[in-house]
């Protein structure tokens, strides 16, 4: 079956409520949806499956090929225009050139990667540890309520006014980081735990005071999400907001790259900074960055896209479907290739304060019914993860691969409809249960897959009517925690592993299943209270066993993507991703050779 799915980037909607109401008195919530039946490939059978699918080679180390070069353009798809230019009013997600023309306090460590130590899998959205990092700054957390950057010595804006090629100091990392919480189009705007306060305490130091620890801040929220930028571009004399920066002739930084053309709905044009500080650490003492000019086309329509990556305009794509993947090795088999992981992993997420689903058997039962290996065969084509939440198997410190697994915890995503029909007698249900599972009716990648969840339930007696709402109507029920259903939803996975599982506390505002379990609160609450980063690695491990015992929700494979590249594209092999922002940075470190 034909779909088009996108690599998602941002913090992506989670499953919905599956309503389950049993012969047992809980009758379903009628609603004004569409019913849809989606399409079926395979008939679920009654028997344990033997795992046959391909994990995708998201952790495997990756050699490069041919030796540096410097010169040349590198040209990229981008499918909209920047929202804007300045973090303070969009976020990084929508002001991306800031990738390019900026630093961040800290990045994953190149040389740690696929292409050195191979301790970073890149090409996804990923949690990197503190000694996997490496960037502008070094960092100490002295207490837990302080955070404590101190900034590399030597390093210069542009040298076009206002800022005339001074610089960076501590007061523009003060500047650039206060307004990630104060500005109300910031990211961090509605964040609760603000800085009490961020002083310079010299020249080259930044002090951060929170009233409270929290593990997120000094990564996820401060040094890789926040670009410093010159505080003259974006505070006038008065302190007040100037917007200066919001223009992009007036963008200034110290990254890899210059803003140097930019036209609206057709292209952007980035210039080599011959005054950027970074060296390549695989090909010691080399200068950064090798090419000339990075060229971004914005081309919205993905059939463009590929059609441009065909012919040669395009020198990268990711994001791309096994189904695109495959017309794309028989047209242009000259083309390199790799897969990895979406980061968007779906689930339906049920009602656990109401029958039948505050049952765990109930909820065993049909997580059993499910055939993940043939699940991956018909809907991704063979290739994609067996159970890849609430921690991505790239966040290694963390994550148990599944044959690591206890037996009973493993037992949960197994394939095995007799076992689910027991647990299902046992629970009470010998008649079966009625209930529906709510979809955005106009997100085809939901309507197949309820479809085949559908078919697996009815072979357990589970009988599920697909309720497809308009994107308003289901995302208000997943958030309400009253739908007496389920609700099938893809979640954002590896952002931010500290916060992964707040999706499960009792208090949390997407907690769509509205779980409540007093042990999982208080664990929460300790890790996020853990000031040892590799300790807090390894509560967070225990607790996703714990999790994946509980099957608050069922949990559906992920799918794998595909990245295809030219051949004269070198040095990052696929390479289009790096930790949380940075999608430009990868291209510091990438040459053209067009060498026969």
Not at 426 to 431: L, M, N
Request: net charge neutral.
């Amino acid at each position: 079956m034909r779909k088009k799915v996108s690599l998602i980037f941002l913090a992506c909607l989670m499953v919905t409520a599956l309503t389950l109401a049993g012969c047992k008195s809980v009758a379903p919530v009628q609603t004004t949806g569409t019913t849809v039946t989606g399409k079926t490939t395979s008939v679920p059978g009654t028997t344990t499956s033997t795992p046959t699918t391909i994990p995708p080679d998201i952790t495997k180390p990756i050699a490069v090929s041919g030796q540096p070069k410097y010169g040349g353009t590198i040209t990229i798809r981008w499918g909209s225009d920047p929202s804007d230019f300045d973090q303070g009013y969009k976020s990084a997600w929508y002001s991306y050139t800031l990738d390019a023309t900026n630093d961040t306090l800290s990045v994953p460590d190149w040389k740690k990667g696929p292409l050195g130590t191979n301790e970073i899998p890149f090409r996804m959205m990923n949690d990197i540890p503190s000694d996997l990092r490496t960037g502008i700054s070094t960092w100490s957390l002295p207490d837990p309520q302080t955070i404590v950057f101190k900034i590399k010595p030597g390093l210069h804006f542009l040298n076009k006014p206002p800022v005339n090629g001074r610089e960076l100091v501590a007061d523009d990392v003060v500047t650039s980081v206060n307004r990630l919480f104060s500005e109300p189009g910031a990211w961090l705007y509605a964040y609760a735990n603000k800085p009490v306060s961020v002083t310079a305490t010299d020249k080259y130091t930044v002090t951060f005071k929170f009233a409270s620890f929290d593990p997120s801040l000094l990564h996820n929220r401060i040094s890789e999400t926040g670009f410093i930028v010159p505080r003259e571009l974006v505070k006038g004399a008065d302190g007040k907001e100037n917007g200066l920066l919001r223009d992009w002739h007036n963008a200034n930084g110290t990254g890899a790259f210059m803003l140097k053309d930019y036209v609206s709905g057709s292209s952007i044009l980035l210039v080599k900074n011959p005054d950027y500080w970074e060296t390549d650490p695989l090909h010691t003492g080399n200068k950064l960055p090798y090419v000339d000019e990075v060229k971004v086309l914005i081309i919205p329509d993905l059939n463009t896209a590929l059609s441009a990556l065909r012919a040669g305009k395009i020198d990268q794509m990711s994001g791309i479907t096994l189904q695109d993947a495959l017309s794309l090795k028989k047209t242009s088999p000259e083309l390199k290739n790799g897969t990895y992981l979406s980061n968007s992993v779906y689930a339906a997420w049920p009602n656990d304060q109401i029958a039948p689903f505050n049952d765990i058997r109930v909820r065993r039962a049909l997580s059993m019914a499910i055939d993940r290996d043939q699940l991956i065969k018909d809907l991704y084509s063979g290739i994609g993860e067996k159970l890849a939440l609430f921690v991505y198997p790239s966040q290694s410190k963390a994550y148990t691969p599944f044959d690591q697994l206890p037996a009973e915890t493993k037992a949960n995503y197994n394939y095995n409809p007799d076992a689910a029909k027991k647990l299902l007698a046992d629970a009470g249900y010998t008649t079966g249960i009625k209930t529906q599972i709510c979809i955005d009716v106009a997100d085809p990648t939901l309507q197949d897959l309820s479809a085949q969840l559908k078919g697996y339930w009815d072979k357990i007696g589970v009988q599920v009517t697909i309720d497809a709402q308009a994107f308003a109507t289901y995302n208000n029920i997943r958030y309400s925690k009253t739908y007496n259903g389920m609700i099938l939803s893809g979640w954002a996975n590896a952002a931010a592993l500290w916060n992964n599982f707040d999706i499960f506390r009792g208090d949390h505002y997407s907690n769509w299943c509205n779980v409540k379990d007093s042990y999982w609160d208080t664990q929460i609450g300790k890790v996020a209270a853990t000031l040892d980063e590799n300790t807090r690695y390894q509560m967070v491990k225990d607790l996703n066993v714990y999790c994946l015992n509980q099957v608050w929700a069922i949990i559906t494979p992920t799918m794998a993507l595909n990245v295809f590249w030219q051949p004269w594209f070198k040095g990052v092999e696929g390479i289009f991703y790096m930790g949380i922002y940075h999608y430009f940075k990868p291209f510091s470190y990438a040459w053209i050779d067009k060498t026969p």
